[in-house]
């Protein structure tokens, strides 16, 4: 198994998962430059890149940021001005194509990417595809309802490939 940490921020959640098991690899991924260069070599047990998690591949200019890399957007953020001293080229990634030597292998995948997360989702359509997700924990915070997709069309789109879908609430579980 395989562990994806998408929106790594300093790396509480990759931590947990160490102290509970031995994954073969965990593989996180964060966009702020501020905070990959903080944890970039703090974590020998996870590999830490420096990328987002996308529906596609690309290098975009992203604005520096120093909101405590909470609420970090990457569409809300895009520098379509290219301000060199107030930006950073970043690259954005799916994990189809990150994970394509691991296709015997089966994921967990946590994204927490400040709205993007349908987006980093719909990029991994060949995973979804092959049944190599055990287990996906995303969020869905309420300043982001402007920006990304309805609740229900994520449901939509993973009941699409055969996978039952939990809501964590705060006292309960409901499928």
């Known amino acids: 198994i395989i562990i994806i940490d998408g929106g790594f921020n300093h790396g509480r959640w990759s931590n947990h998962i160490l102290k509970m098991s031995t994954p073969e690899h965990i593989i996180a991924y964060e966009l702020s430059k501020q905070t990959y260069n903080k944890n970039k070599y703090k974590y020998k047990k996870i590999n ?12 975009i200019k992203l604005k520096n940021t120093y ?15 290219i301000d ?3 930006s950073f080229d970043v690259k954005l990634v799916t994990l189809d194509d990150e994970l394509i030597n691991y296709y015997d292998k089966k ?3 946590k994204i927490d990417i400040e709205g993007a997360e349908f987006k980093a989702i719909t990029g991994m359509q060949k995973i979804l ?8 924990q995303w969020e869905i915070h309420n300043e982001h309802k402007k ?11 993973l ?15 409901l499928r």
Do not use: W
């Open 107 to 109: 994921f967990i995948v």
């Open 48 to 59: 830490l890149k420096h990328c987002g998690l996308y529906n596609e591949n690309k290098v």
């Open 129 to 136: 595809n092959n049944k190599q997700l055990l287990i996906l």
């Open 84 to 86: 060199n001293n107030n």
């Open 159 to 173: 009941s699409s490939f055969g996978y039952f879908i939990f809501i964590l609430g705060h006292e309960n579980l």
């Open 67 to 81: 909101c405590n890399d909470q609420g970090y957007n990457i569409d809300n953020n895009i520098d379509n001005n």
């Open 147 to 157: 920006i990304i997709p309805s609740l229900k069309t994520f449901v939509d789109y």
